[in-house]
Each structure stands twice: as structure tokens, then as C-alpha cells.
């Protein structure tokens, strides 16, 4: 067969595809009658794969009569015969990238800097996002990762999914369907592991049933219909299910081997093997660094608290290309260092020690400084849209267990009053220097789900409104303090709730609040808790209210949290402050903190599991809308303000980053952009 006919055949192609893991598979059919011809030497090694940003099928199929090449000290190692080949290392159809600006050369250690000791998400979007499946980097569609194709069948309670044959761990050991259902049995199915099952795997209070077809083919199974299951296999809540190698986490789970398991408790002086085993199984903590990743680099310095730096080091069989063949990640590593605040994080920039970075980076801050004139010669701001509308959610608990509490929550003339009371204007001055608007907990204006009458209401500052409305609900001011009383004559006093980490910006906007609250008789008063001390008061349904991030600015299907009080992050029902029980309720009815939301409130849980069955797209955002409107007259929520774009810091040299990028957790910025094919450009 000639090119020019191979090439024809791939034009067919094009017409029908979608550009799955099938046309892949179907480019390689065709160019098999051509191998001899271009590659006469060599039996393996042709370079024609699919991936998110892709070259035009003529320019992959040119590709094709190259081989692969490696990184220098790859090549040393082979050529010492301490690591096989390059072609060997590689799977049969590895993922191929088109870089963003050009192609780029190997070398250079990305420098990162992580604000506070819990900081290590930073890590997670920077090294990890390596699902079976991914965002594309315009946050449009899930594109194919380390699985190669998928199949939704049985009006989305299956999905079958093919893996990428030849996959390896960073150790050289295979990657199967195996060792994501060791995942779902040593972890997800062991309740000393994991008490509560992922609410993203739940549904109808049943865990997702997963087996393996072959070792290339693993399917899971819904009680009912799940249709947005692959958005969330994209998202980083999915991101354990592909960081767990069964050869090496075998080796010290109680079920499998019992010797290695009480070893272990004895080695990490743990009081249980649970405890024990949590040690060296912590995909989100990185501390354990002899554990075989995907990761385009592999951790060799491991995080802890109080020492630094971590670093990472080029994985050997990572499993993506260039389209002229380099086996990515450019970048030889990553280090990472701690700071304490913002104020040595800006002077790690000022110092050249931060090579791009967004998350934890104040840009409002240290922008005066970045930007002048010596500035502008070393950085580049690279531009982020928020993806949270809001820039604090304010919750009251509207299923409060004190019945006198909940019957003032509950009514929504309190919240719309605690609303209007608000100086949106004076918080958008003096917090976000005079950016953003007043807004709702609603999406945001680049989003298509954009919802006016959810974003504008009850955000003009009339206190006087404010204070007539209270009066109605006959919460009367007290004679000493001024502060208002329930009708047993206890003080008005509402308890807040706030996570560690927050900055300044939080605790001007709650001075502000603070005073606004008081001049119309509502006392405030803020107990800053650690993370896990506040997941366990939301979880326990003890708080008065809580102040949270909120999320849904762009994609409420996705993050539907603050729109109706249903959860699929990790932690559960705290993710939803007004509604811990209800939310509990939708996952499992049966579950021991659940309880049976308003009827109102349970008929939007029913349009959103309509949501979750319906396949298609446009349906799909239809039935949203109608969620939307019904958030809107519940108004679950208090929001402040939408900020406004902000921005990263990359250097001048920092090379293949593409602009704009969203700023989010479920698009993990910056991972999707593809961070292997970064590089440095020091030819300047």
C-alpha cells in the first residue's frame, strides 16, 4: 500500500470518527500494509496515536516513518542496559500530544512553591491527573487517557472501557483492568478504608459493581442510570481509581498477604492495619515515594510537613509522545518547596524560584511588583477565569437540629433579609480592589448556564429593609445589646464556621459582614477550624451556618452542590453546609445522618437524577435550567461578589502554556493543558 493510498483511506476515516480510540486503532490497520515501506529496520515504533490535540492525519502519518526517541538519560541507560528500549517501554498506541507552541527539548527542574503545609493539591494538578479518561484543555468534552475508547450501554447503567495496551508502571510493571478492580476491592469495598463509599460510585445507596472482561477491558455497572459517569471518571474526585498498582499495595493489604500486613503495622507503629496501611496508600498526601505511579514524574523526596523541598523526577515509561516521536515529559523534574505565606511566595517569584504556578498565588497582591519594568522581563501573567461564581458561599443550616433555630433559617424572608444587609459595594472595594460585582451563588458570566435572576437578587444594600423585615418575623431587639432574640428569649447569635487556609480576604469581608449584621440586630460570631475538625461539625450537623467556595461557576451539572444538596466530592455531605442531611438523603435514604429534604427540595433531586439518566448533552442542560430556577426561588445560599479574571505567573521561559486557562479542581488547572509537554526555551 502507498501513503498516498493509506493517507486517502484515513480522509474516510475522518468523515465518520469522532476521533476515539476505534480511529486510532483504524489508522494502524491501514498503515500496517505500509510498514515495510517505512520502517524497513525496524518492527515497532510507529508514532501515529490519538489524543485531545491532535496534527492533521497526513502530518501523523509522516510521523509514522520516524522512531521514537527518548530523553538523554534514558538513552545513556539503554545504551548500559539498566532500561530496555524506548519502543519496548512505550505502549502500542501511546497517546500523542501536538504541542501547544512548538516542540519541545528536554532539560530543566520546574520549580513550585506550596502556600502552607495542607497545600499538597498543588502537587495533585501539577504531577497527577492521569485518569482513564480527561478533560480536553478547553473544558469542552472527556477525551480519551489512559483508556483508548469507551462504550455506554443499557441506557447508561454500563460502561465498558478499553485501556491502552502496553501500558506500565513507573517500576515497568504492566498496567490492567486488574489493578482498577484491586482498586474498587482492597480500597473502595473495605469499610476500615473507606467507611463511605465515593458518592460519585453510589447510586440509589449502591456502590458501582466493577469487573474485569479481560485485562485490557474493565466495565462498571449502576443500579440505574448514570449518564454524566464519565465527567466524573474526568474529574480529579476519579483520580484515585488509576493509582493503585495491585503488585506493590498487595504486598501490605491484610487480605492478600497477612505477614506483610502485620509487618507493617509494626514498622509504621500504627495501632491497626488500617491505620497502617493509610501510610503508604495515600495517593492525595504524597509521603510515599517507593509507590509505582502513571505520572509523567515519579516522586523520589516525599512530602512532610515541615520539610521540604519534594521533588520528582521523569517516569521512564510514561506513555505519551510528541508527534515527532520524543517520549514526553519534557521536563527532567519538579521541586517543589513550603512557605508559610504570601508574602514569602511572592518573594520566591521576585527571586526567580517559581517557574509557573497558579493555585495559591495571590496575583492581586504581587502584581504592583511583577509587573514593572524588570518585572515584565522575567514573567508573564497568564490569564484564569475563575470557575467558582462566588467568592465565599455563606450557608446557614436550613436542617439545624434545634427546632426554634431551623423555624428562623428555614424561612426565606431571614436569609433575603441577612442578604440585603450586606454592603456588597464596600466588600468589593476594600477585599478585591475595587473588582468584581455583587452576585448570588449562581454561574458566572462565561458560563452557559448563566442564570440572571439566581446571580442579581437580593443583592442591593438596604438595611433599613433589612431591619423592617426581621421585625415582621417578630425577632425583636434586646435591650442591653441591641442584638435580636429567638421567641424563648435566647440572643440571636449565629455561629460561623470557617476552614484553616483561608486569607485575607476572607477575614476582611467577615469584619465587614460582621458590622452589617449588627446594625440590623443579628450577632455574629467565627470559629476558624482545621479541615478535618470542620468536615466533621458539617458532617455531624453541628453548626449554625459555615462559609465555604463555592463551586458550579462554570459547570453546575458537575458541581451542582450549591444549586441543589447533592454531593460526589470525596468528603461527602459537608460539601453542602445549608443541607448536610438532605444531601446525605439523595445518596443513600438509609445512610445514618440522612434526612428527608422539603418537597420543594426533593423535586429538584428528582429533575437531577433525570439529569443523571439522560445521555444526551442538550437535554441534559435543559433539565439543569430547571434546577436553577427552582435554586433560585429556594435561595439555599448567601453569596458576596464574582470575581473578576486572575491571573498565573509563568516565566519568559516557561514555553508550551496555553492561554486562557480555567482556574478549578474539577478542571484541575493546570493538568489538562497537558503539563509533560511543557518546556524551557533557553535559547535566548
Known amino acids: 500500500m502507498k501513503i498516498e493510498q493509506a493517507s486517502n483511506q484515513i480522509d474516510r476515516l475522518l468523515d465518520r470518527s469522532n476521533w476515539g480510540g476505534d480511529f486510532a486503532g483504524a489508522c494502524f490497520r491501514i498503515l500496517a500494509g505500509t510498514r515495510a515501506r517505512l520502517l524497513p529496520s525496524h518492527s515497532t515504533g510507529m508514532v501515529i496515536v490519538l489524543s485531545a490535540a491532535i496534527l492533521s492525519p497526513h502530518a501523523m502519518l509522516a510521523k509514522a516513518a520516524g522512531i521514537y526517541r527518548e530523553a538523554p538519560e534514558f538513552r545513556t541507560r539503554v545504551m548500559a542496559g539498566s532500561l530496555p528500549p524506548v519502543e519496548q517501554r512505550l505502549p502500542r498506541n501511546p497517546v500523542l500530544l501536538s504541542p501547544v507552541e512548538r516542540i519541545g527539548r528536554y532539560g530543566g527542574t520546574w520549580h513550585i512553591t506550596l502556600l502552607g503545609y495542607d497545600h499538597t493539591s498543588l502537587l495533585s494538578r501539577t504531577i497527577a491527573y492521569e485518569n482513564l479518561v480527561r478533560w480536553d484543555p478547553y473544558w469542552t468534552k472527556v477525551i480519551p487517557n489512559l483508556a483508548q475508547s469507551w462504550e455506554v450501554k443499557s441506557n447508561a447503567t454500563v460502561f465498558v472501557f478499553k485501556l491502552r495496551p502496553g501500558t506500565r508502571w513507573s517500576d515497568g510493571a504492566p498496567f490492567t483492568s486488574e489493578d482498577v478492580k484491586a482498586w474498587f476491592d482492597d480500597v473502595v469495598n473495605v469499610p476500615e478504608l473507606t467507611p463511605i463509599p465515593p458518592s460519585w460510585l453510589v447510586l440509589d445507596g449502591r456502590t458501582a459493581i466493577c469487573e474485569v472482561i479481560d485485562p485490557g477491558t474493565i466495565e462498571f455497572r449502576f443500579a440505574g442510570p448514570n449518564a454524566i459517569f464519565i465527567q466524573h471518571l474526568a474529574s480529579m474526585r476519579a483520580n484515585a481509581l488509576a493509582r493503585y498498582p495491585q503488585h506493590y499495595f498487595r504486598k501490605f493489604h491484610v487480605r492478600h498477604n497477612p505477614d506483610g500486613a502485620r509487618d507493617l503495622v509494626k514498622r509504621t507503629g500504627a495501632t491497626n492495619w488500617a491505620d497502617a496501611f493509610q501510610k503508604v496508600y495515600a495517593p492525595w498526601d504524597w509521603v510515599n515515594p517507593d509507590a509505582p505511579t502513571l505520572d509523567a514524574w515519579v516522586m523520589t523526596t516525599p512530602y512532610k510537613p515541615g520539610t521540604t523541598p519534594i521533588k520528582a523526577v521523569r517516569n521512564p515509561y510514561y506513555w505519551k509522545v510528541d508527534t515527532q516521536g520524543n517520549q514526553l515529559p519534557y521536563i527532567d523534574g519538579i521541586e517543589a518547596t513550603v512557605v508559610a505565606d504570601q508574602a514569602q511566595l511572592l518573594q520566591r517569584v521576585l527571586d526567580g524560584r517559581i517557574d509557573m504556578q497558579s493555585e495559591g498565588f495571590d496575583w492581586k497582591v504581587a502584581s504592583p511588583q511583577l509587573l514593572d519594568r524588570k518585572g515584565r522581563d522575567k514573567w508573564r501573567p497568564m490569564r484564569l477565569i475563575p470557575s467558582m461564581p462566588n467568592m465565599l458561599a455563606l450557608c446557614l443550616n436550613l436542617a439545624h437540629p434545634d427546632p426554634i433555630v431551623r423555624s428562623v433559617f428555614t424561612n426565606k424572608a431571614f436569609r433575603v433579609a441577612l442578604s440585603e444587609a450586606i454592603d456588597r459595594k464596600r466588600i468589593i472595594k476594600e477585599v478585591l480592589d475595587g473588582r468584581g460585582k455583587p452576585w448570588q451563588i449562581a454561574p458566572r458570566d462565561e458560563s452557559s448556564f448563566r442564570h440572571e435572576k439566581l446571580g442579581v437578587q437580593f443583592t442591593q444594600f438596604n438595611p433599613r429593609r433589612s431591619a423592617q423585615a426581621l421585625d415582621e418575623l417578630e425577632l425583636k431587639p434586646a435591650t442591653d445589646s441591641g442584638i435580636r432574640r429567638l421567641r424563648d428569649g435566647r440572643t440571636l447569635e449565629i455561629e460561623i464556621l470557617l476552614p484553616t487556609g483561608r486569607g485575607e480576604d476572607w477575614i476582611t469581608a467577615f469584619k465587614i459582614l460582621e458590622e452589617n449584621w449588627r446594625a440590623i440586630g443579628v450577632g455574629m460570631k467565627i470559629e476558624t477550624l482545621s479541615r478535618t475538625d470542620f468536615y466533621a461539625r458539617l458532617n455531624a450537623n453541628r453548626h449554625d451556618a459555615a462559609a465555604w467556595w463555592s463551586g458550579g461557576g462554570i459547570t453546575p451539572i458537575m458541581e451542582p452542590e450549591f444549586f441543589v444538596p447533592v454531593t460526589f466530592e470525596r468528603i461527602g455531605p459537608a460539601r453542602v453546609p445549608y443541607g448536610v442531611p438532605w444531601a446525605a438523603w439523595f445518596t443513600d435514604h438509609g445512610a445514618a445522618n440522612a434526612q428527608e429534604p422539603p418537597p420543594s427540595v426533593r423535586r429538584q433531586m428528582e429533575i437531577y437524577r433525570k439529569i443523571m439518566g439522560e445521555p444526551d448533552q442538550n437535554r441534559q442542560k435543559t433539565l439543569m435550567r430547571q434546577v436553577l430556577d427552582i435554586a433560585a426561588e429556594e435561595f439555599?445560599?448567601?453569596?458576596?461578589?464574582?470575581?473578576?479574571?486572575?491571573?498565573?505567573?509563568?516565566?519568559?521561559?516557561?514555553?508550551?502554556?496555553?492561554?486562557?486557562?480555567?482556574?478549578?479542581?474539577?478542571?484541575?488547572?493546570?493538568?489538562?493543558?497537558?503539563?509533560?509537554?511543557?518546556?524551557?526555551?533557553?535559547?535566548?
Not at 508550551?656 to 535566548?684: G, H, I, M, R
Open 636 to 684: 439555599y445560599a448567601i453569596g458576596l461578589c464574582q470575581d473578576t479574571v486572575s491571573h498565573a505567573i509563568v516565566s519568559r521561559d516557561f514555553r508550551n502554556v496555553p492561554e486562557p486557562q480555567f482556574d478549578s479542581w474539577t478542571y484541575p488547572t493546570p493538568a489538562p493543558a497537558n503539563p509533560c509537554q511543557f518546556f524551557f526555551d533557553l535559547s535566548k
